[in-house]
């Protein structure tokens, strides 16, 4: 739902379908639990955002390997989709958004991470490349901040905006008892609501961070890289300032309260609220059995996580225990992260799959920034 909301704002602002490259993998709109076949709504009562969608990549196109080679612009190494990539130049503005799980040093496809050494080298070879005169990225997962603090220049003209810090949760937003889940996060939903009623040519970028992080209070909104453009109008990035008469996405109307909950826990709220509205004991028995799945599942993760830390700590208890601690190290060794996140990712629990093995990822980042830990 963000991420078609976001594109109904490029495109009736005025940016052209060839200018913009959608990866959602589109299991919404026709899935059988949707009440509203075909329709996509991003706020209680709101307007269906999958009206004309376009989708380049979904499915198993949705992957890191394609979302690297899309900003590459490389259209040789791209699979499946429309095949469309960034064609970019010197002069260009690029604008990024991006919405998935995320957890420290990664945020999550639908199957596979794409970790912060990777993205950032991604953006590095993108201007080599003089893919853009200026890039604006917006980052809705956990732990967003993870993916730019200590690796992203500040003088590469790429501003950048999170929905948290390196550390803590993102927050999903407006429950919907019809539909029996969760229709943003609040970070996108704030950004976007707020375009939805901008003046793209007044409104500048730093504007737009000052409201979103006044009106984001679940998490830390943060900003990174280069502020010399952030006086920029929004227009130059989520429209298209030679356009005459560019439209308003959707009218500005009052809104119900947020109703939010971190992004971490809303299998678990889903479930018990699913649970408590119940319309068949064989229904609520259903949830009730799903549920009690899910926290098994969780519970074996969490006992995998903590052979693997004891395992490398050399059967101390003691260092095992600090590493688990919920005190979380600031990354600094990018490489070591890399590493064992895609290697835990690929022999014990698939990352784009399994969002709770994602909340243990911290214990990684642990024993990577602890010298007495990391060579083994």
Sequence with gaps: ADVCHAYQILHKNGIPD?????MMYDDIAHNEQNPTPGKIINRPNGPNVYVNMLKDYTHDEVNSKNFMNVLLGNADKVSGGSGKVLKSGPNDRVFINFVDHGA?????????IMTAKMLNETITQMIKKKMFKQLV???????????????LPDNMKVY?????????????????KKRGTYLGDVYSVNWMQNSDKANMKTETLIRQFDIVRSETNTSKVCKYGDMSFDKEDLD????????KNP?????????PPMDTVPAPDVPLVILKKRIEDAKSETRRQLFIEKLEY?????????????????????KDHNLADHILDRQKHEIKNFDC???????????CYNLGQNEFALRLIYPLVNMCEMEEVSSS
């Design 160 to 176: 950048v905006t999170t929905a948290s810090d390196p550390s803590h949760s993102s927050y999903a937003c407006y429950y919907d």
């Design 137 to 151: 990225f917006y980052l809705e997962a956990c732990e967003s901040g993870s993916m730019f603090h200590n690796i």
């Design 247 to 255: 439209s308003k996405p959707f009218d500005p109307e009052k809104l």
């Design 294 to 314: 899910l926290i098994d599942q969780r519970a074996k993760i969490s006992k995998t996580m903590e052979s693997i830390v004891l395992e490398a700590a050399g």
């Design 104 to 112: 420290p040093g990664l945020v999550a496809f639908p199957n596979d």
């Design 337 to 347: 992260l890399d590493s064992v996140t895609t290697l835990f990712s690929n022999k």
């Design 18 to 22: 060839e200018r913009i490259v959608v």
């Design 236 to 243: 130059d990035f989520q429209g298209d300032p030679k356009s």
